[in-house]
């Protein structure tokens, strides 16, 4: 299916997913332990849950001008080096401050991965296979997501919770000498053309436009309004689920961390085949448009994943309440792909990675926010209720709005 050069870049990228997300939720697993160590409060632990974010999402922005400028694989091979030391670095925290510096600069090595990939993607496959391959790639997040409570939890409860961010900066820095080994910027030759679709059918997207035309369009920001909602989601589910396991259900955390893997493979299976099921979309509905597609799958699996989380936090059992998340990370994850495959179908080759780290930046703002207001609410109401309902509503609302606002950009525009 693909040449020796291509096949290596999917792995790679697919395992730089697994690694990113390792050493992301290796927080929220040990949490409880840290918490407990540093004596946090709720409110100083959401406020670190959030301080990711910050240097996160800045770098999705920077990190999507450099990987156009300086190209897509200095940029995530830096990236790569920089969290990984940094997620090491958790081991030597000693209280809320430092704790707090070390995870910004942690997020500001993430901050490059996905518009990286996305740009890896956009300069070695066809414009109708991309979005399988970005879901192909991206779904190993959802893989590292999955292996990282029982890896964690095992290590922090064999040893302790500081040994458990060397050994997954040690993966991250091996992972590193082999991608600038053996992967290259671009193939020698690209024997594929950006194909027209019905909405733009004389543009090729090979035109230059400036980055302005594009940070201006409506479809640009909403697209990423509903990547904020699902981010929101995400962030939710990944920073405060383990400790709504313990503190909520009262489950041990040797429990905590073999259950909170059930939706983290639901997400898995969702994040792999969402980007093989919208370009199927695509070819069942191909008199309608590419972007048609993408909708599709966007609108209804969002609104489904918000539904579900809403309903999470109403529940009283532990077996629903999982079985609802699983399913609401299920939904959410069949639209990762769609968000950069919409930017790979709107925007020119040119600015895929600025546009699309732009995207990631708004939406990423969701990371800023929701951990440090889930902390909030949980300290004063004393229930993760409204945390959950918050989260399912922002989804609906993002959902509905990328009917209306997410349309076809005229390239004809002057600019």
Known sequence: MFSKGKLSIVILLFLAGVINYLDRSALSITAPFIQKDLDLSAT?????????????AVFNFLGGIASDRFGAKRTLLAAMIVWSLFSGAVALAVGFISLMIIRVIFGMGEGPLSTTINKMVNNWFPSNQRASIIGITSSGTTLGGAISGPIVGFIALSYNWQISFICIMAIGLIWSFFWWKFVKEKPRTQNFKVLPTPEDP??????????????????ILFTAFAFFAYNYILFFFLTWFPSYLVKARGMSIKDMSIISVIPWVFGFIGLAV????????????????????????????????????GIAGLVTTIPSAVTLVAL??????????????????????????????????????????????????VQTSGTFTIAFLLAGGIAIIASLAVIRFVQPINHKIKI
């Open 44 to 56: 100083q632990m959401g406020i670190i849950f959030s301080s990711f974010s910050i240097g996160y």
């Open 274 to 309: 969402g980007g093989l099921v919208s370009d199927w979309v695509f070819k069942k509905f191909a008199g309608k448009g590419i972007l048609f597609s993408r909708k599709i799958v966007l609108v209804i699996c969002l609104f489904i994943s918000a539904v579900c989380i």
């Open 202 to 219: 004389e543009s090729t997207l090979n035109e230059k436009k400036s980055l302005t035309f594009y940070l201006k369009q409506k479809t």
């Open 328 to 377: 609401s990370v299920f939904f959410l994850y069949l639209t990762g792909a769609i968000y950069w495959a919409i930017i790979q179908d709107v925007v020119d080759k040119h600015n895929v990675g600025s546009v699309g780290g732009f995207m990631h930046f708004l939406a990423n703002i969701a990371g800023i926010i929701g951990p440090t207001l889930t902390g909030y609410i």
